[in-house]
């Protein structure tokens, strides 16, 4: 893990001289542009790893296991599904979150539910979907996006 880390910041940081070398102008501008995105990632990102560790910590690992550890079995599943689909979690939030769960005892297909279904489906969004394509076609997509991310779930569980 260590060198792939040392692999990624050298090509970064020579793709980046050779950028500047290039125009320098256009590479300030990049990374300024990318700082600032950076600013406003990593405040959110920091809080919503320091509220699922302090949840984590809090709910015993044992009740993880209960309900999304391999004895949960389909009920598991629908909870993780259900869960993931009215949690509005940015994208990279989800990987920690998920490494976190694993590492109390969650499965595989389980997690993969989880953050399957907060990708692809929307509760919360549900009324300003609807409101721009219609009650039908958001039901519509958000029920077939429901199916498929179990779908998912159990294949990732399956492979694993």
Known sequence: MLNSAIIFVAVSLGLTAFSFILDRKKTALGLRKGLKMFRNIVVPFLNILILVSLLLYFIPSEIIVNYLGPSSGLMGLLFAAV??????????????????????????????????????????????????????????????????????????????
């Not at 689909?85 to 989880?114: D, H, N």
């Not at 300003?128 to 569980?157: H, M, Q, W």
């Open 83 to 160: 869960i993931g689909s009215i949690t509005l979690i940015p994208g990279f939030i989800s990987y920690p979150l998920s490494a976190m769960l694993i590492s109390q005892g969650a499965t595989y297909t389980v997690v993969a539910t989880f953050m399957t279904t907060m990708m692809m489906v929307g509760v919360v969004t549900f009324p300003l979907e609807a409101k721009y394509f219609g009650r039908k076609v958001a039901f519509i997509r958000n029920s077939l996006n429901f199916i498929v991310a179990i779908i998912i779930g159990l294949a990732v569980g399956w492979l694993m």
